[in-house]
Every structure is written in structure tokens, then in C-alpha cells.
């Protein structure tokens, strides 16, 4: 399922569901301020997360990790944020690259759960540089093999939302 809104774009895999509690996953500051990556999952394998940026929700979906492809995706494109690009991959991933709408690839630690949250997820958390968009994603394992992809379309024109 693909949803876009005003000012940035979620791209969630599975289910609609709200998300509700979560732990932190990881936080730090870029050029727009603190950012938050929080998540929560259940025990049927479906997670939520959530990405704040200032103390502000700037993108949240629920999931399942259990499709082929492995991966989900939140991504926000150009102003007044930072972007980024954030989600949940499969437990066996050590590194994420995600290619650009410019063909350049952003490496990213695959990060393990905080106590409290399934060990078969993990999750990930950059910055990429405006005014590009993300394209795919490859999810490694240490050894470099691919543990999970994930390609959208062309970039979507959104008017008024990437100038840098």
C-alpha cells in the first residue's frame, strides 16, 4: 500500500493499524533538529513505527515483515524537515542501501531492537540528501548477501515540496 500526504510520502507495507506505545530505536540530531525512530510490535510479527522530528509526528505506518520483499519504508522529501528515510527490515539484515532518484546508494546500519521488541526485526534510520528521492532498497546480511529489496516507481512530482 503506497499513501501520500502534504510534505511527505509513507510507503507501508500490511496493515492499516495505528501504532500504539513503542520504544525508542534510535534518535539524533541532522541539520533540522532532534529526530525519534520509535516502534512497537505484536506477536503475529506485525510491527508500527513512528518518526518524530522536534517533538512533531512526521510519518508512522504498521507493517508485516512476513512478505517477500522484507522491508518497510517511511521516507519524507524536502522541506521543512531534514530528509530521511526510515523503516523496518528482517532480522538477518546488517546494512540497508537505499538508491536515489540521483543514482547515488546511502549506507545505513541495519539497527537491533531495543529490549522488549521481537529479535527477528530491525530497523534503520538516515538522512538523505535533498532534493532526491529513494528509488529501491537492499537489505544485507553480513556475509553481503541480499536479505531484503524493495523498488518503487519513478519519482512523483510534488509540487512545492523539494525545493532544498
Avoid at 42 to 60: E, H
Avoid at 78 to 96: N, Q
Avoid at 104 to 122: D, E, K, Q
Avoid at 135 to 150: E, L
Wanted: contains cysteine.
Amino acid at each position: 500500500m503506497v499513501v501520500m500526504a502534504v510534505g511527505f510520502a509513507v510507503v507501508v507495507t500490511g496493515t492499516g493499524a495505528a501504532f500504539r506505545g513503542g520504544r525508542t530505536v534510535a534518535s539524533g540530531h541532522w541539520s533540522g533538529g532532534g529526530w525519534t525512530l520509535t516502534a512497537s510490535d505484536a506477536s503475529d510479527g506485525r510491527y508500527c513505527i513512528k518518526f518524530t522530528v522536534r517533538s512533531q509526528v512526521y510519518g508512522n505506518g504498521c507493517g508485516s515483515l512476513d512478505r517477500p520483499r522484507g522491508i518497510g519504508v517511511l521516507f519524507h522529501p524536502g522541506v521543512p524537515l531534514p530528509d530521511f528515510v526510515a523503516g523496518a527490515v528482517v532480522g538477518r539484515a546488517s546494512v540497508v542501501e537505499i538508491t536515489l532518484s540521483n543514482g547515488a546508494t546511502v549506507r545505513t546500519p541495519a539497527i537491533a531492537p531495543p529490549i522488549g521488541l521481537a529479535s527477528n526485526i530491525r530497523f534503520y534510520a538516515t538522512q538523505i540528501p535533498c532534493p532526491t528521492q529513494p528509488r529501491a532498497w537492499v537489505a544485507r546480511n553480513p556475509a553481503g548477501q541480499i536479505v531484503a529489496h524493495y523498488t518503487i516507481g519513478p519519482p512523483r512530482r510534488m509540487p512545492g515540496h523539494l525545493s532544498c
